[in-house]
């Protein structure tokens, strides 16, 4: 297949060419090949951008689409580089969605609250893990 310019994989991948001169700063996409000073992409690079995409829209931060790419042996096959780094992420994911819920049952615990002054009121970290004590101050419902 014909090389293509940064212009066309910016057009077919519907990202900026800034876009693509930063991943090639940061590493992420290979330098590509240049003819008369211009930037000339393997047509593969298309490939390796639809598995950037998705892998942020699986919640990978840059530096681990790097390591994807980047951060195992030649000989590790890309499926084993992914099932490494999705089973990380959904360890981090599982601590996200607790926390998330340990913040949804605070506020849902604080909007019973209906203390005037703050001296009156009970809520505190331990009243999110006994929500059923909650507020107990006298303007509580």
């Known amino acids: 297949m014909k090389p293509l310019s940064i212009g066309q994989v910016a057009k077919r991948t519907g990202i900026r060419t800034s876009a693509l001169r930063y991943y090639e700063e940061a590493g992420i ?13 393997d047509p593969d690079v298309i490939r ?31 499926s084993t580089r992914w099932q ?24 849902e615990l604080s909007l019973k609250c209906g203390c005037v002054r703050i001296e ?9 893990s006994h929500a059923n004590d909650g507020c107990r101050g006298s303007r509580c419902s």
């Open 29 to 41: 996409l290979p330098a590509p090949a240049r003819v008369a000073g211009r930037r000339s992409y």
């Open 48 to 78: 390796r951008i639809d598995i950037l995409r998705f892998a942020q829209q699986a919640g990978f931060t840059l530096e681990e689409i790097k390591t994807l790419f980047r951060g195992f042996g030649t000989d590790t096959p890309l």
């Open 84 to 107: 490494r780094l999705a089973h990380t992420k959904l360890r981090e994911l599982d601590e996200q969605a607790e926390r998330i819920q340990r913040m949804r049952s605070a506020l």
């Open 120 to 128: 009156e009121c009970s809520l505190s970290p331990s009243s999110v």
